[in-house]
């Protein structure tokens, strides 16, 4: 079944701790990103990648990190996690006809 | 950097009547697509339609495009209880797919 599949589903951390929520895709998609999702404001971009090795910033990508080493997989890292960064996380890989196949999401709260 | 916006923010109907949402968008689009969320869950994708094509159907929906107006509108026929979810548009102002940016949603509630 063509999936993306994300993980963890909920995360609760504290401050300062670093954590990473990897995403992996069965599609064989060269393009993937994250979003993140807060009420009243929708998705914003975090970060996209256009292929292996490829990444850039999207709309808000001020305390976040990613890496794609492996087409399948693109994870996202907070390296030092703050409060404002607690929301509804959601990666999604693409086709090449621009259609986006979204995770399940990973709700993150941050203490 | 906002670009396309759903209006009504929500709309409540009856099983069996048509909904229908509207996203209006401010800059020049290679293509305009529309998907729905479930409470939290991952957006799925319904329909894409690009900016030389005026008018889309699958299965109960259909989804018309005017770019001289910027605009473009989601309609679900025959609603039923299952219908109800959040519908986002994404407006793609790229050729790349790199700038598909989202609206901030209109909530349908389908009430039997």
């Known amino acids: 079944e063509a999936q993306v599949t994300q993980n963890p589903r909920y995360l609760i951390t504290v401050t300062g701790k670093k954590l990473t929520v990897t995403c992996s895709q069965n599609m064989n998609h060269e393009y993937m990103s994250w979003y993140r999702q807060d009420p009243g404001l929708g998705l914003r971009q975090i970060y996209y990648?256009?292929?292996?090795?490829?990444?850039d910033k999207g709309d808000v990508p001020e305390g976040y990190k990613v890496s794609r080493k492996e087409k399948r997989n693109f994870p996202l890292i907070l390296e030092s996690p703050s409060p404002n960064q607690t929301s509804l996380y959601f990666c999604a890989s693409r086709t090449q006809a621009g259609k986006l196949f979204f995770g399940s999401g990973t709700q993150l709260s941050v203490l | 950097s906002q670009q396309g916006e759903e209006d009504p923010q929500a709309l409540s109907i009856q099983e069996g009547e048509n909904a229908t949402m509207n996203c209006s968008y401010k800059?020049?689009?290679?293509?305009l697509q529309w998907y729905r969320q479930n409470s939290g869950r991952g957006l799925v994708h319904l329909i894409l339609?690009?900016?030389?094509?005026r008018e889309k159907h699958s299965g109960r929906l259909r989804v018309t495009l005017d770019t001289s107006k910027k605009s473009s509108s989601l309609l679900i026929t025959a609603s039923r209880a299952a219908d109800t979810a959040s519908y986002f548009c994404a407006t793609d102002r790229s050729q790349a797919g790199t700038a598909l940016i989202f609206g901030k949603g209109t909530t349908l509630s389908v009430s039997s």
């Open positions: 990648s256009m292929n292996v090795e490829v990444t």
């Open positions: 339609i690009r900016s030389n094509e």
């Open positions: 800059t020049s689009i290679n293509n």
